[in-house]
């Protein structure tokens, strides 16, 4: 089994699909947390300059979430059962990514406060439009499943991905979660995986 380090800062956005493969798998692994000025400390070093890294066997770095969710998930069986599953996952994967991209500046403002305007006008401008234009297709998607997971066989990483992003929307605007009920549902489910609960029962709460 190597030897994994998965650094990220102190919160959950987008190291914790990683992090709940990991915890599903049963994986050892070292959780480390950064802050800003800790970060800011090896950053000039890193592959990307940017966080999550995953350090396979203390010298090769996987610099990008994706391919570390796509990396642990394949590794640990969480990526499908046949070629289309990990096709489907991994197209339903590309979209919501891209509705976290393009929300992006609510988080970048509150987490290091840079962006034009006030937390509420940011919000209504980059996260409100996105969540309610993608949110409807990722439903949708969810009802076509014969599992009540996003692939037809159960549980994979997409599960985890695309659940801890609904319950951020549910922390920061729980009007806006509730007209997603079927998210809200298949969110529970996943938080409520027997794998987790340890994990869970000790994670600190944060926002997003
Ligand atoms: N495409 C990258 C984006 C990573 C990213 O933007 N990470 C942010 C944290 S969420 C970061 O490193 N911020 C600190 C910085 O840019 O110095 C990925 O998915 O890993």
Redesign the pocket.
Known sequence: MPNLKLSY?NFR??AEPARLILHYSGVNFEDERLNFNT?DSV?QTSP?????ILTINGNQQIG???TINRYLAKKYKLNGKTEMEDIHINCIAEYFREMMEKARPFIRFMNRGIGEGTKEEIYQKYQVPNVKTYFPVIVQLLKQSKSGFFADSGITWIDFFISEYVDSIQNLDPELAKQFPELLEHSLKVHSLPQLQNYLKSRKHTTW
């Open positions: 800062l956005f987008l970060w950053k990307f300059k940017t966080l999550p990008q979430s994706m």
